[in-house]
């Protein structure tokens, strides 16, 4: 059965973006390519046009890359302590303190203000405009979220 972390839709409920989110600091360029390729070649998770492996240190962002014949690239590598700052507690030093299921909390917060918001492209800081400049932002924007229920 294919399953996401979190799915995001479209407002017209197209599965727009599938997040996977791992608690593994210091991943390697390799390591992150394989795991995307694994999610897909064992249909772990389902096609979407817009992939986000999320880690501790790195959110790791793919534009139409759902091959599974090749160990692809991230299209955009964003540091995680720089989009989830805002919803960290003053008393966490470091996302890599965290749990995967707070870490998962976190990344669901951020995801579902930013499906809520009206961003503008020229009002956001510069740890946000790969959200534009990938288009991912547009794909999402007013639409919903599902997050997995883990036992």
Known sequence: MRRADVAVYSPDG????????KNKSGASA???AQMRRNLLVHAVIPPSPYF??????FFYLWIDAMSVHELASPDYQIKAAEVLAPYLRPS????????EYSLELL??????????????????GPHLQWLFDSGLYEAIRHGSITIEATA
């Open 30 to 32: 390799e390591w992150v």
């Open 107 to 124: 990344v669901t917060s951020w995801l579902e203000d930013l499906v809520g918001t009206d961003l503008q492209q020229d009002k956001v």
């Open 52 to 57: 986000l492996l999320v880690l501790p240190d």
């Open 14 to 21: 197209k599965l727009q973006l599938v997040v996977e989110i």
């Open 92 to 99: 966490t030093q470091s996302l890599k303190e965290l749990n």
